[in-house]
């Protein structure tokens, strides 16, 4: 069974760092590229990160761009998001996912960066930004 499981969350005051971790199962995982999403309370899902399956190349989101970043280790089957200088609207609950298997799934595409192109979800991480 394809299995992501998030973790690292937690409260860390603004200006803080935390990072995440996505570790994936059941699936050849160098084939795919990986996405971090963040819903917050109230709010509609948001697209934060994507690496490609060889970690060639990234995508962020404008409201993390220069804070976060995501890197990739395949021989551990692992997604990590390092987020640096953390504000209060960085609080959300954070999930991975992963694509359906496409002619994309390697890939960042649009699909993948706004999450309709994902068909597997891992449990989120709850990471609060407070003082």
């Known amino acids: 069974d394809v299995q992501l499981q998030a973790s690292g969350g937690g409260l860390v005051q603004p200006g803080g760092s935390l990072r995440l971790s996505c570790a994936a199962s059941?699936?050849?995982?160098?084939?795919?590229?990986i996405g971090w999403f963040r819903q917050a309370p109230g709010k509609e899902r948001e697209g934060v990160s994507c690496?490609?399956?060889?970690?060639?190349?990234?995508y962020y989101a404008d409201s993390v761009k220069g804070r976060f970043t995501i890197s990739r280790d395949n021989s551990k089957n692992t997604v990590y998001l390092q987020m640096n200088s953390l504000k209060p609207e960085d609080t959300a609950v954070y999930f991975c996912?992963?694509?359906?298997?496409?002619?994309?799934?390697?890939?960042?595409?649009?699909?993948?960066?706004?999450?309709?192109?994902?068909?597997?979800w891992g449990k989120g991480t709850l990471v609060t930004v407070s003082s």
């Open positions: 996912a992963r694509p359906r298997s496409s002619h994309s799934s390697r890939v960042c595409s649009i699909a993948n960066i706004k999450g309709y192109g994902m068909d597997y």
């Open positions: 059941g699936f050849t995982f160098d084939d795919y590229a």
């Open positions: 690496i490609r399956a060889n970690g060639g190349s990234t």
